[in-house]
């Protein structure tokens, strides 16, 4: 099984006033929270995540801070429709000998919000990081926002690794 590092996604949490919740456990019993505006959003943001984690959804939460009934929020997480992508923004070190490290610092399934989160970077880490995603070519849509210069939405994720 491949580990796939989980993100510090204070920025996250703090993006929507008020915002849902969607708690999750990993496979490797991590507990995992993800915020969106709104219930669909949430349901969307879970199944995506679940199914890239291999995670279960444990709760989902309303804006006031209750915990929706899970007869509510279950079914929808059984659904054929196309899941979200995923979008990790990355910082790489300096490639060294050939090797480089990549840390991801969040991920959110919202491409408008993985944009704006890394332009509040320094500038001399917004030239090292990307923003990739889980789309099965590496790419994802085009965002409706003009791009500044370093941000391309994705491209393939490097093999490399510490």
Known sequence: MTHIP??????????????????????????VVRSAPTFDAVI????????????RVVIVEDP??????????????????????LYTVE?????????????????????????????LLPQHLRVRTLIVSNSPDGRSPRSNRRLGRGDAPTRERSAAGC
Not at 93 to 118: F, K, M, N, Q, Y
């Open 44 to 55: 969307d943001a879970a199944r995506a995540y679940s199914a890239a984690w291999n995670a």
């Open 91 to 119: 910082c790489r070190s300096p490639s060294v000998a050939g090797r480089e490290c990549v840390s991801t610092l969040w991920t959110t399934t919202d491409l408008e919000s993985a944009i704006r989160h890394r332009a």
């Open 64 to 85: 006031a801070g209750n915990p929706v009934a899970e007869e509510l929020w279950v079914p929808l997480l059984r659904t054929d429709d196309p899941l979200p992508y």
């Open 6 to 31: 989980r993100a510090s996604d204070a920025l996250d949490l703090a993006d929507h006033d008020p915002s849902w919740l969607v708690w999750m456990v990993g496979l490797d019993d991590a507990m």
